[in-house]
């Protein structure tokens, strides 16, 4: 899975909290559309670890209860323990039981977490009941590192709609393509694993009707291992997706969004198992805003695009996306297409400022992580 860069804090975490956030990124590709939280039980003295564990998939077990299984386990006595947890234990009935009750029925002395749950059912609930219980409560140790590897949950939470992280393969002069169109492959075999990692941790991967009808590709994950493939996002304002695309594949979710209502054509797709959706927009293209708002509405998380600079300019040009994932090949192309197409801008004061968050090398190509200046889910 991708690497994240962690910062001088973690130095100063104690050794369970970093247990526990490692299991916690465990939990990716994994847990959706839960969040990815780890936890590590504690012995009263802090000498040892009586048990420890990750969130599931959905309907599983949470990371609280797979750490007080681990320690029945052992045979391990959790009375008085502290437990180390990532996020605010739940405390609501969802697919599973509330977590805050069972640490306080397992006699669970202390809990120390690094954020409060954003989900309104949660939301410091969790926090309050394990106090009622006489259970201590401490917030924050490994804040900053728990939010961002759930930062689609939160977006989700927060603004109902997924964290949109836009992937693109480039030049060092930023061409994605030659002329042609030809893009396969600018970047190394090593580029593209790693871009599969970050496919694997999506909801859902977005894609455009120009891509599929020129290069056909399955946008699936193949180059590293996962428990489960992403669904597929087209957006088709035309409904123009060929029945024979390869992008069909068996138990995969695709859903189409278009715009024009073409009764023959979506009874086609939906025989192929797609789901069809008709968002229609201004200019009679599909409402890009409110594709998110639906995504969000199906618990996708995160976002994954990897489209054409067409696509990718209009996301843009309306504002809807948070985070780039660029990876820089040490060529230059001379002319070909860009990465987005918008504008053009009456001055640079008008361009969009983004921060860099972490620049890598990956193999021979540089992996670029930059948010949108101001960007959070906060």
């Given amino acids: 899975m991708p690497r994240f860069a962690q910062n001088a804090a973690m130095d100063s975490l104690p050794a369970a909290m970093e247990q526990a956030l490692a299991l916690a990124r465990r939990a990716i590709a994994l847990s959706e559309p839960n969040p990815r939280v780890g936890c590590v039980l504690v012995s009263a003295d802090g000498s040892r670890v009586l048990g420890a564990g990750h969130t599931q998939p959905a309907g599983q077990a949470h990371a609280e209860i797979m750490a007080l299984r681990d320690a029945l386990s052992r045979?391990?006595?959790?009375?008085?323990?502290?437990?180390?947890?990532?996020?605010?234990?739940?405390?609501?009935?969802?697919?599973?039981?509330?977590?805050?009750?069972?640490?306080?029925?397992?006699?669970?002395?202390?809990?120390?977490?690094?954020?409060?749950?954003?989900?309104?059912?949660?939301?410091?609930?969790?926090?309050?009941?394990?106090?009622?219980?006489?259970?201590?409560?401490?917030?924050?140790?490994?804040?900053?590192?728990?939010?961002?590897?759930?930062?689609?949950?939160f977006s989700r939470m927060v603004r109902k709609t997924p964290w949109v992280r836009m992937k693109v393969a480039a030049s060092l002069d930023g061409l994605t393509a030659l002329p042609d169109g030809s893009s396969q492959w600018i970047t190394?075999?090593?580029?593209?694993?790693?871009?599969?990692?970050?496919?694997?941790?999506?909801?859902?991967?977005?894609?455009?009707?120009?891509?599929v009808l020129e290069d056909n590709p399955r946008l699936?994950?193949?180059?590293?291992?996962?428990?489960?493939?992403?669904?597929?996002?087209?957006?088709?304002?035309?409904?123009?997706?060929?029945?024979?695309?390869?992008?069909?594949?068996?138990?995969?979710?695709?859903?189409?969004?278009?715009?024009?209502?073409?009764?023959?054509?979506?009874?086609?797709?939906?025989?192929?198992?797609?789901?069809?959706?008709?968002?229609?927009?201004?200019?009679?293209?599909?409402d890009l805003a409110a594709l998110l708002a639906d995504l969000g509405r199906r618990e996708v998380n995160e976002l994954h695009v990897e489209a054409g600079y067409k696509l990718n300019g209009s996301l843009v040009r309306e504002g809807l996306v948070d985070e780039f994932l660029v990876y820089l090949a040490p060529k230059?192309?001379?002319?070909?297409?860009?990465?987005?197409?918008?504008?053009?801008?009456?001055?640079?004061?008008?361009?969009?400022?983004?921060?860099?968050?972490s620049v890598e090398r990956v193999g021979p190509d540089l992996r670029v992580l930059a948010t949108v200046k101001g960007r959070s889910p906060m």
Avoid: M
Wanted: proline share 7%.
């Fill in 75 to 153: 045979g391990e006595d959790v009375r008085g323990a502290t437990a180390y947890v990532t996020l605010e234990p739940c405390a609501h009935h969802g697919r599973t039981g509330p977590c805050c009750d069972a640490l306080a029925a397992a006699g669970i002395g202390r809990v120390v977490a690094s954020l409060t749950d954003p989900n309104p059912l949660v939301a410091g609930q969790g926090f309050a009941r394990l106090r009622a219980a006489g259970v201590t409560v401490e917030v924050g140790p490994g804040a900053e590192e728990a939010r961002a590897l759930n930062i689609g949950f």
């Fill in 188 to 211: 190394s075999e090593a580029a593209r694993a790693d871009g599969h990692a970050w496919r694997a941790r999506a909801g859902a991967v977005l894609t455009g009707i120009g891509t």
């Fill in 332 to 357: 230059l192309l001379g002319q070909g297409q860009g990465l987005a197409n918008f504008g053009p801008l009456a001055s640079l004061a008008e361009a969009l400022e983004l921060e860099f968050t």
């Fill in 220 to 286: 699936d994950v193949r180059l590293v291992s996962t428990p489960r493939q992403p669904a597929l996002v087209v957006v088709d304002s035309r409904l123009q997706t060929p029945t024979d695309a390869a992008l069909f594949q068996p138990g995969r979710p695709v859903l189409i969004y278009g715009a024009e209502d073409k009764p023959a054509a979506i009874a086609a797709l939906r025989a192929r198992g797609a789901e069809v959706v008709l968002l229609p927009g201004p200019g009679g293209k599909v």
